[in-house]
């Protein structure tokens, strides 16, 4: 998704060679023929960004990455269960029209999701080399559906006039939104039970968004738990009013797709104005994930002042140094930025505001083809409990399954996903000022 004022942000954008070296230049910025050097691989222009708050950036020493005061892993607690007549009303989802799930799991623990994982035998458990890690199959899609992909057009609505309407952002109606949403919601309506997280998107508070997920998984509920940014208790969460929900029946398809003018029986569909989305057809986890990253593309760069959303991972030296990786999905953005000698900032989706780089998420989404600890030993070791392994094959060695990650019979698409705090060296809640 992409907004017509990202566009006249990209245009300016002007590689400067190299693979990893790029030149970031902002619609905002004061003087664009003259800039600071920050690094050896990116510049930032003067002006707007020469501010204090930028000047005094978050040296990246043990001060700047992960200490015992930052919650990890137990700490992050907000988990409750509802039962009950009423668990939907007291989740919060009964405004969506889901009301007949008796038991809502919301928030749960790392610790929980494990057990429910192992318990609905949705998967099974990896013996990997750090530490025993939950694996899923997602089934024939192994990655997103982009044709799969689309943007309801309100007429005449703010999405309408701001939405660059194409291939990429594919229109479809109203109409066809209400009876998908309808039938997800019919669907969720005769499951015993549900889960459901709030959360955050967004380490910059000015602009950070609150999301809501309904899954009927809990590997599912799992996947944004370790890519979302995090409630620390219960008490943060008090009030949520999600400024976006997507209800994910993946299991069901839409037999209808060609009344409803779409590609295929998978839709995975967004209305901006009614602030949900629905998912259809697929259970690749991807699509919860650079769903909100599209949204967050269209938001920031109307934000007032603008902010740049930017496809890339961030990392930043002792001295300051901070350093921007673009490229597509599966071209190193995680693997570059996981750079021992560095703090992780995040690996794939980040803003740029007048004070500095702030990342959206609270974890990392990497692909496993061919990984080594010798090659890319962060990700490797970030591999152990609560990280969730995704299309990964598994040999039997003595009864236990070891992780294949050369074997790409499934897919060459086998991710991992794990918090950041994984990643031994990494910068607190994902700010860069």
């Known amino acids: 998704m992409l907004a017509t004022s990202s566009r006249i942000l990209l245009r300016t954008a002007t590689g400067i ?49 992960a200490t015992e005061e930052e919650p990890i892993r137990g700490d992050y607690n907000s988990s409750v269960t509802y039962h009950g007549a009423d668990a939907c009303s007291k989740a919060g989802i009964d405004s969506l029209g889901i009301n007949g799930p008796s038991t809502i799991y919301k928030n749960q623990t790392f610790e929980q999701l494990f057990q429910h994982e192992v318990k609905n035998n949705e998967g099974k458990i ?33 999405s309408d006039a701001n939405i660059d309407w194409g291939k990429v952002n594919q229109p479809t109606t109203p109409e066809v939104f209400d009876e998908l949403y309808e039938k997800a919601v019919n669907y969720f309506n005769t499951l015993d039970k549900a889960y459901v997280f709030d959360g955050f998107c967004g380490a910059n508070p000015t602009s950070r968004r609150k999301i809501r997920f309904v899954h009927e998984m809990a590997w599912q509920q799992h996947f944004v738990t370790n890519m979302f940014i995090r409630a620390d208790t219960e008490s943060q969460l008090e009030g949520f009013e999600p400024d976006f929900t997507i209800i994910n029946a993946c299991s069901q398809v839409d037999e209808d797709w060609q009344r409803h003018g779409l590609n295929s029986e998978v839709a995975v569909v967004f209305n901006i104005e009614k602030k949900c989305a629905v998912i259809f057809g697929t259970w690749y986890g991807g699509e919860n994930k650079k769903g909100i990253f599209s949204l967050m593309n269209y938001w920031l760069p109307m934000s007032s002042p603008p902010e740049f959303p930017m496809h890339c991972s961030a990392n930043v030296g002792n001295a300051g140094d901070s350093a921007l990786f673009f490229g597509l999905s599966g071209t190193g953005k995680t693997t570059l930025s996981a750079d021992p000698h560095r703090a992780l900032i995040g690996d794939d989706e980040h803003g740029w505001d007048e004070d500095g780089i702030f990342n959206f998420e609270g974890g990392c989404y990497a692909k496993t083809i061919n990984l080594t600890e010798k090659t890319e030993p962060d990700i490797y070791r970030a591999i152990h409990k609560d990280a969730l392994l995704e299309n990964v094959a598994l040999v039997d060695q003595g009864g236990k399954l070891i992780p294949d990650y050369f074997d790409t019979s499934k897919t060459e698409n086998g991710r991992v996903s794990y918090p950041i705090f994984h990643i031994d060296n990494y910068v607190r809640l994902g700010l860069r000022r």
Do not use: C, M
């Open 126 to 158: 990896a013996s990997a080399e750090y530490g025993e890690t939950f694996t899923v199959d997602t089934g024939k899609f192994t990655g997103r559906s982009p044709k799969d992909k689309w943007i309801v057009r309100n007429i005449g609505s703010e």
């Open 17 to 65: 060679g190299g693979k990893t070296a790029i030149r970031a230049l902002v619609a905002r910025a004061g003087n664009s023929s003259a800039y600071s050097t920050l690094g050896a691989n990116i510049r930032i222009p003067q002006g707007h960004y020469q501010s204090d708050k930028w000047i005094k950036q978050q040296v990246a020493h043990k001060s700047a990455v």
